[in-house]
């Protein structure tokens, strides 16, 4: 197998983060589940969430999801804290040939607002289910992450039904596009509604993070809540393929 990737689980708010970290999580995303793919927690919220967890786990990597582009049209963005990644979508902007303008200028206004002298990094998101989404297609987000100064992609569903990561982009596609990302420099993490019996297909890919909320939840309800048990399962499945 390639390098083991990292756990990482989104997470509303500090009760959830602390479970998550306990539970064996790399990497902590804070996001509302219920407003989206990247729903944002509300500003204050994420503070206070982020404070609490860096006392209780302070080697925790976190990462924030700041909605979408679209979101953002005429609405000043809060304070936030500094974290080390922060994410937004591009959904809707397929028919907008500015998108890239419009996307790296609502970057510059949350990044004014964080805390702190240190600018965040952008993970770039590529919604796999693109035509859903109505966002730009896989290969022109990667060229423009990597000309815009992100430090690494996301490749997620946008739809949170039935449809998961590998319904849309097959395990060889996959593989080449982690290659391509990977030697731009870029971290890569995949995630789309993946399940213990997706860990060894994702493994192999090579992807650096691994992310989940759905398979973190009771019952894999994404809208529900966290459990430690499921994700220390997530886990284990990741532990166990590393071990052979
Ligand atoms: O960043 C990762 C997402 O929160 C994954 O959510 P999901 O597992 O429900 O698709």
């Not at 937004?88 to 028919?95: K, M, N, Q, T, V």
């Not at 989404?133 to 690494?152: D, K």
């Amino acid at each position: 197998m390639p390098h083991p990737p990292r756990l990482l689980v989104s997470v509303r708010n500090a009760e959830e983060a602390g479970i998550a970290a306990a539970a064996g999580a790399d990497l902590i995303d804070f996001k509302e589940p219920l407003q989206g793919s990247l729903g944002m927690v509300e500003p204050a919220t994420l503070r206070e969430s982020v404070a609490c967890l860096r006392q209780q786990f302070p080697e925790c990597v976190i990462s924030a999801a700041c909605g979408e582009v679209l979101d953002w049209d005429g609405i000043a963005a809060g304070v936030l804290p500094a974290v080390q990644y922060l994410k937004l979508g591009l959904a809707g902007l397929a028919s907008h040939s500015d998108w890239k303008v419009r996307w790296t200028k609502v970057r510059r206004t949350l990044s004014a607002g964080v805390e702190g002298s240190e600018s965040p990094s952008w993970i770039a998101v590529a919604y796999v289910d693109n035509e859903l989404a109505q966002s730009p297609p896989v290969e022109e987000v990667i060229a423009a992450a990597f000309e815009t100064g992100c430090v690494g992609m996301l490749f997620d569903t946008c739809s949170k039904g039935e449809g998961r990561l590998l319904d849309y982009l097959s395990e060889e596609r996959l593989i080449s596009l982690t290659a391509e990302i990977q030697q731009l420099g870029l971290l890569v993490a995949a995630a789309g509604r993946l399940s213990i019996d997706d860990v060894s297909r994702v493994c192999q890919t090579g992807v650096d993070i691994i992310a989940i909320r759905s398979a973190a939840c009771l019952d894999g309800d994404r809208g529900g809540s966290i459990s430690s048990e499921a994700i220390e399962r997530f886990r284990t499945a990741m532990e166990c393929l590393v071990e052979r």
